[in-house]
């Protein structure tokens, strides 16, 4: 590609801003830049890049504005392209592959655009899922393992809290009682109909599964990675570990404690699994708080896994949960 005059930028330096017109692209020699763009009135970070990736063509491509902000964030050399030789290699491109190019340049917009107007849907979600919990709980009348609630009541509620309009609270309800999670009762008068949560701690799972999915939203709460940490192989390995508990030494407390070293070769001869994957499966559930590494066991004198069987049986059900959980997100968030 051909090339213009090199640009040096120091890190923190701003190399093109959000919505500021363009007419140059760039390719990166040295160093590394960050892509963001602001979404809700947050700075989200898109993308990273090194050398040889080239940033800005798309303002050449449309003649539009830039769709983000590209920061230096290590000491970083540029060559520019301009519009004018821009073009000059496109006129070099087969006239019948040109408008791949637009087409490419529109999808890219489209989905900047988008990113927003999903981020505000599962943000609704998220925040008419703990109102409607909260509400139930403090005003909903007992029902076996849930409560209800008057929809009505329900809506008018949380139009008042989240400054909504009607209309968009009421799908987002009719969206959550279209799966198990919640559903909603007819009565004879319209205003008499019920919103009943089916499971009061099986939808408190469910928010806090919300809240480790949509993390990467900013302003969402850091999650406890009760649920996302399990992995693939999570399975496997807690069932391999509540079988070998009862052949395994405990301490006082009734806590198992696995030589580590074992842990790897049983997982390497009976499930089949790399060092790798049983090494990194085990920091899963360590992450999530099912089971301990010690670094030095008094009771098998090595490094060890340490866990209660009940500790086990508990994670296995988080487990079910998630795969659960993760089923009723897929039916609801936006397409």
Do not use: W
């Not at 763009?37 to 830039?66: A, N």
């Amino acid at each position: 590609m051909a090339e213009k005059a090199n640009n040096v930028y120091e890190s923190g330096q701003v190399i093109i801003r959000e919505n500021s017109p363009g007419d140059c692209a760039y390719i990166i020699l040295k160093g590394k830049v960050e892509i963001t763009k602001i979404i809700d009135g947050q700075k989200v970070v898109l993308d990273t890049m090194g050398p040889g990736s080239i940033f800005g063509e798309m303002s050449l491509l449309d003649g539009r504005p830039r769709s983000a902000t590209v920061c230096a964030v290590a000491p970083t050399v540029l060559s520019i392209v301009d519009n004018r030789r821009f073009q000059a290699i496109l006129n070099s491109i087969p006239r019948e592959v040109r408008p791949l190019f637009a087409s490419l340049s529109d999808r890219l917009r489209h989905t900047s655009q988008m990113v927003s107007v999903l981020h505000q849907r599962e943000r609704l979600i998220y925040s008419a899922s703990v109102l409607a919990h909260s509400i139930c709980g403090v005003k909903g009348q007992p029902r076996e393992r849930g409560r209800a609630i008057n929809l009505r009541d329900l809506v008018y509620e949380s139009c008042r809290v989240l400054a909504i309009d009607h209309e968009k609270i009421e799908g987002i309800y009719s969206t959550l009682a279209s799966t198990s999670l919640a559903l909603v009762e007819n009565a004879a008068q319209e205003e008499d109909r019920l919103f009943v949560i089916t499971d009061m701690d099986f939808f408190s799972g469910f928010i806090d599964f919300l809240s480790e999915k949509l993390s990467y939203i900013p302003g969402f709460p850091v999650p406890g990675k009760k649920y996302s940490v399990l992995s693939v192989k999570a399975q496997e390995v807690l069932f391999h570990l509540k079988n070998v508990a009862g052949a395994l030494q405990e301490d006082s407390e009734g806590c198992c404690h696995y030589d580590f070293d074992r842990y790897v070769k049983d997982c390497v001869a009976v499930l089949g699994m790399g060092v790798k994957e049983a090494i990194l499966s085990l920091q899963n559930l360590s992450a999530g708080g099912h089971v301990k590494l010690k670094k030095f066991s008094e009771v098998v004198q090595n490094k060890a896994v340490v866990y209660r069987q009940d500790d086990i049986s508990q994670a296995q059900l988080i487990l079910l949960q998630s795969e659960e959980y993760d089923k009723i997100y897929r039916q609801i968030s936006p397409r």
